[in-house]
């Protein structure tokens, strides 16, 4: 007890500290001026410049938070290439007004996403998807070919706020997931707060993904004691076939968490043999709860174990070679180093000190390896070629740099104000290229034009080519950039437009004499082409009380030659790549004479480009 009151009154009072220091607003009085040399400057510059014309040598797929999006930028330049929609509908493409992604959205207008993740094979990013949590229970797979979510998969049953997602294996056989909230199981049984520490639990669970077209479906779920479960990281080269889940809240304590939650020295990593837990439900192991198989540890024993961990654990990773699994206890002045081997020793001799709902605990001083000092407040590492780690520290406001297996600090950066995640170029893989890392900011006070009091993101580009770092640049990212991955550009291949032989759409036409309107009943199918610079029909009628579904094809073949199709009064847009068909359907329930016509300006006449559905009355 003592040692976390220890613990808890020096982090109160540099948090304390910190927040008297830097949260009091001021107005500058012009552009602030620089403590670097002329000479840092202009390599600065020079490293970040990207002239027009030429492009950035990564990609970053960064999360949106409660925004819904994934943000994609160019490194070195920061620049905002594109948003990715995922879980909220988004105007500006019209994701979330065709039938396809409306359906996918099903009742949500929201989503949390966290923790974007690229497809792997042999622990490599290969350029083919990226795996995208929600908070509400939910996964999505965006498919970089056209950059555009093309599943989303849930609610899951059981899973109650998905923080711990989406982590890959280092052959997209999964992606994970994880129970932010306990809560009693399944879903809709009631218990009260005081009963939580027993008739409350945590899921956790692999989400299976197709190795060829990339679909999602339930693989396995796991329940766990009563803890939140935060973070992730799979296993690689001698540590594949394992996951590895932060968690906090060892204490099962409800109420005013801050406090409640802190009587423990400890709280754990959750480490999960994936490949015994896949074996298991295949062999027909497992309660069905909530309609889906759930493994109990206390009955099949060997699936999971317990890691000691230091107070409030956020992140865990894996380093390049797998044998090293870093954790953050964000209440600790020191991240702690554990030995995969040792952890098999320990998982062979029962080295354990006791048990958690029948999960044995393994002994902390058996499977831990170092503990680096840090600094204060480590949330995050991200690694770099040559054994080179980086963390970050949200209370020292910092990132450190420091050396896998000596254990040595050799050097830290100032970040502007409270870091949250990083992320290194390709550095959640086997071989990360160690050139660029961005700290991803909490806040920005200060460091930009006042745009009143909802604050920017700030992320910033740091230079790990050599052996100190340097701050680059300052970008304000849309928000909340939780977490990102950096991956080399080359390794993405997207198209530029839809081939025209590729589209099946069973409602699509390629030439305007094959446009139009075809009725069943009150049910009336529109066939729409567009194409410079006409929307074919120009005219479609109705009656009140239809039901309309409308197929527009955009016959381009051209790049960046997209069309939209704005229809006034009934709430209805979308926009149409070139050679791609989309299908809305709207119940004509308005009489009278609505507009509808191109939304993306595609040519000299795009003005021209329009159209009127007549709603006759009954």
């Given at each position: 007890?003592?040692?976390?009151k220890v613990?808890?009154?020096?982090?109160?009072?540099?948090?304390l500290?910190?927040l008297?220091?830097r949260?009091?607003?001021?107005?500058p009085a012009?552009?602030?001026?620089?403590?670097?040399?002329?000479s840092?400057i202009?390599?600065?510059?020079?490293?970040?410049?990207?002239?027009?014309g030429d492009?950035?040598?990564?990609?970053?797929?960064?999360?949106g938070g409660?925004?819904g999006?994934v943000?994609?930028?160019?490194?070195?330049s920061?620049r905002?290439?594109?948003?990715?929609p995922?879980?909220?509908?988004?105007?500006?493409?019209?994701?979330?007004?065709?039938d396809d992604s409306r359906?996918m959205l099903?009742?949500?207008?929201?989503?949390d996403?966290?923790?974007p993740?690229?497809?792997?094979?042999?622990?490599?990013?290969?350029?083919?998807?990226l795996f995208?949590?929600?908070m509400?229970g939910?996964?999505?797979?965006i498919?970089?070919?056209?950059?555009?979510?093309?599943?989303?998969?849930g609610?899951v049953?059981?899973i109650?706020?998905?923080?711990?997602?989406?982590?890959?294996?280092?052959?997209t056989?999964y992606?994970?997931m994880?129970?932010?909230?306990?809560i009693?199981i399944?879903?809709?049984?009631?218990?009260?707060?005081?009963?939580?520490?027993?008739?409350y639990?945590?899921?956790v669970?692999g989400?299976?993904?197709d190795?060829?077209s990339?679909a999602?479906?339930?693989?396995?779920?796991v329940?766990?004691p009563?803890?939140?479960?935060?973070?992730g990281?799979a296993?690689?080269?001698?540590?594949d076939?394992?996951m590895f889940?932060?968690?906090?809240?060892?204490?099962?304590a409800?109420?005013k968490l801050?406090?409640?939650?802190?009587?423990?020295?400890?709280?754990?990593i959750a480490?999960?043999?994936?490949?015994?837990?896949?074996?298991a439900?295949?062999?027909?192991?497992?309660?069905?709860?909530?309609g889906?198989k759930?493994?109990d540890?206390?009955?099949v024993?060997?699936?999971?174990y317990?890691?000691?961990?230091?107070k409030?654990?956020?992140?865990?990773?894996?380093a390049?070679?797998?044998?090293w699994?870093?954790?953050?206890?964000?209440l600790?002045?020191v991240t702690?180093?554990?030995?995969?081997e040792k952890?098999q020793t320990?998982?062979?001799?029962?080295d354990f000190t006791?048990?958690e709902?029948?999960?044995?605990?393994?002994?902390?001083?058996?499977i831990?390896?170092?503990?680096v000092?840090?600094?204060?407040?480590?949330?995050?590492?991200q690694?770099g070629?040559d054994?080179?780690a980086?963390?970050?520290?949200?209370?020292?406001?910092?990132?450190?740099?420091?050396?896998l297996?000596?254990?040595?600090?050799?050097?830290k950066v100032?970040?502007?104000?409270?870091?949250g995640?990083?992320?290194?170029a390709?550095?959640?893989t086997?071989?990360p290229?160690?050139?660029y890392?961005?700290?991803?900011?909490?806040?920005?006070?200060g460091?930009?034009?006042?745009v009143?009091?909802s604050?920017p993101?700030?992320?910033?580009?740091?230079?790990?080519?050599?052996e100190?770092?340097?701050?680059?640049y300052?970008?304000?990212?849309?928000?909340?950039?939780?977490?990102?991955q950096?991956?080399?550009?080359?390794?993405?291949h997207?198209?530029e437009?839809?081939?025209?032989?590729?589209?099946k759409?069973?409602l699509?036409?390629?030439?305007?004499?094959?446009?139009?309107?075809?009725?069943?009943?009150?049910?009336?199918t529109?066939?729409?082409?567009?194409?410079?610079?006409t929307?074919?029909?120009?005219?479609?009628?109705?009656n009140?009380?239809?039901?309309v579904?409308?197929?527009?094809?955009n016959?381009?073949?051209?790049t960046?030659?997209?069309?939209?199709f704005?229809?006034?009064?009934?709430?209805?847009n979308?926009?149409?790549?070139?050679?791609?068909t989309?299908t809305?359907?709207?119940?004509?329930?308005?009489a009278?004479v609505?507009?509808?016509y191109c939304?993306?300006?595609?040519s000299?006449?795009?003005?021209e480009m329009?159209g009127?559905l007549?709603?006759?009355?009954k």
């Open positions: 007890m003592k040692s976390t613990i808890w009154g020096s982090v109160g009072l540099v948090v500290a910190l008297v220091s949260c009091a607003p001021s107005a012009g552009a602030k001026k620089t403590a670097a040399g002329a840092d202009a390599v600065a510059a020079q490293k970040t410049y990207v002239a027009p492009l950035d040598e990564y990609y970053m797929f960064a999360s409660h925004s999006n943000y994609v930028y160019g490194v070195p920061m905002h290439l594109s948003t990715i995922v879980y909220t509908p988004y105007p500006a493409t019209g994701y979330g007004f065709d359906k099903g009742n949500f207008t929201w989503g996403v966290h923790h993740s690229l497809s792997e094979t042999a622990g490599d990013y290969d350029g083919r998807w995208v949590n929600d509400n939910r996964i999505a797979r498919d970089l070919r056209d950059f555009k979510t093309k599943q989303i998969l609610p049953a059981n109650s706020g998905n923080h711990s997602g989406a982590f890959v294996t280092p052959n056989e992606a994970m994880g129970t932010r909230f306990s009693p399944p879903k809709g049984t009631v218990a009260p707060i005081e009963k939580y520490a027993t008739e639990k945590g899921v669970a989400v299976k993904i190795k060829t990339g999602m479906s339930l693989g396995w779920e329940m766990l009563p803890f939140d479960f935060d973070l990281d296993g690689k080269k001698v540590s076939g394992w889940w932060t968690s906090y809240n060892a204490e099962r409800t109420g801050e406090t409640t939650s802190a009587q423990r020295d400890r709280d754990y480490a999960i043999d994936w490949r015994a837990a896949e074996k439900i295949a062999e027909g192991k497992g309660d069905v709860i909530g889906v759930v493994l540890p206390k009955k024993p060997g699936v999971v317990l890691m000691p961990c230091g409030s654990p956020h992140g865990v990773d894996v390049p070679n797998g044998k699994i870093v954790g953050s206890g964000k600790q002045g702690t180093v554990f030995n995969f952890i320990a998982i062979r001799n029962k006791g048990e709902d029948g999960i044995p605990v393994l002994k902390y001083e058996s831990k390896e170092a503990e000092a840090v600094g204060l407040g480590p949330l995050h590492t690694f070629p054994d080179w980086y963390t970050s520290l949200f209370v020292d406001s910092a990132i450190a740099k420091w050396k297996g000596t254990w040595e600090i050799v050097d100032p970040m502007s104000y409270s870091i995640h990083l992320a290194a390709e550095g959640d086997v071989s290229k160690g050139k890392l961005v700290g991803l900011n909490k806040l920005s006070h460091r930009h034009l006042s009143g009091p604050q993101e700030s992320s910033q580009l740091v230079d790990i080519s050599e100190k770092m340097k701050l680059l300052d970008a304000f990212t849309e928000p909340e950039p939780h977490y990102a950096i991956v080399k550009a080359d390794k993405l997207p198209i437009v839809y081939p025209k032989e590729e589209n759409h069973p699509a036409v390629w030439d305007v004499k094959d446009a139009g309107v075809t009725r069943n009943g009150t049910n009336v529109v066939k729409a082409v567009l194409v410079r610079s929307i074919t029909p120009t005219a479609v009628t109705v009140q009380g239809d039901t579904t409308v197929a527009v094809t016959i381009e073949q051209t960046d030659e997209l069309h939209g704005g229809l006034l009064d009934y709430n209805m979308v926009v149409v790549d070139p050679g791609e989309k809305f359907t709207i119940k004509a329930d308005k009278g609505f507009p509808y939304t993306n300006f595609c000299a006449l795009h003005q329009q009127y007549i709603v006759n009355k």
